[in-house]
């Protein structure tokens, strides 16, 4: 299919894919626009039509990728019927998966430090992200709720308290991923079993 035939969805997906795979293959200094625009066979001003500049395609990129990351999440919390359990699943979903691919972890790490160094993108993330996360804390404090109206959960239990610490556990287990690259999924899942666990038995109502 020749690009002029393409409609626009399609040659955005078609720039944003082509995109991707130079950042993973040659990080973002060897995402050049031009070998995009080349590589995805559309002229630089379509190339425009879609982002502004690099750091906008990155945004543009991730924010797919994140789109993606939350709809998974939101699927995983669809099937819990558990109050409790709830909480863990939304852990183990929000556990990093991308290690095993070194150019996409690579390219995850070098974007957050690029919206630490650049304040405009920083804040358009945030701006993305913190409605995401506020959404999830609302629909686990509302299962937490519901716990506590069921008596699976102590009814002296903070519902904000509790979510709070749920997601403080996941800023941790995002740190540790960062920061000790040995570390794998799988033990960031079985510290977070071991975490909740502990939680759980301080939560749960007696007789559950």
């Not at 991730?62 to 999440?73: N, T, V």
């Not at 804390?137 to 937490?144: D, P, Y």
Request: hydrophobic letters at 40%; glycine letters at 4%.
């Amino acid at each position: 299919m020749s690009p002029k035939t393409r409609n626009p969805e399609d040659r955005r997906e078609i720039i944003l894919d082509t995109a991707m795979q130079l950042w993973i293959e040659k990080g973002f200094e060897g995402m050049r626009l031009d070998v995009v625009a080349k590589k995805a066979r559309v002229s630089k001003g379509t190339l425009y039509q879609v982002a502004d500049n690099k750091l906008d395609l990155a945004f543009l990129i991730m924010q797919r990728r994140f789109d993606g990351d939350f709809e998974r999440i939101r699927q995983a919390l669809v099937k819990c019927e558990d109050p409790i359990e709830i909480l863990r699943q939304a852990l183990h979903d929000l556990i990093p998966t991308v290690r095993e691919d070194p150019g996409a972890y690579a390219m995850e790490i070098e974007f957050f430090a690029m919206a630490m160094r650049h304040p405009h993108l920083g804040r358009r993330v945030d701006a993305y992200i913190t409605p995401h996360i506020d959404q999830f804390k609302a629909e686990l404090s509302h299962w937490v709720d519901l716990g506590i109206k069921k008596g699976t959960i102590r009814p002296d239990v903070d519902a904000k308290i509790l979510v709070d610490m749920t997601h403080a556990w996941g800023h941790l287990m995002w740190h540790e991923w960062i920061t000790h690259k040995e570390v794998s999924p799988d033990e960031l899942r079985r510290r977070t079993d071991h975490f909740m666990d502990l939680l759980f038995r301080n939560v749960r109502a007696e007789n559950n």
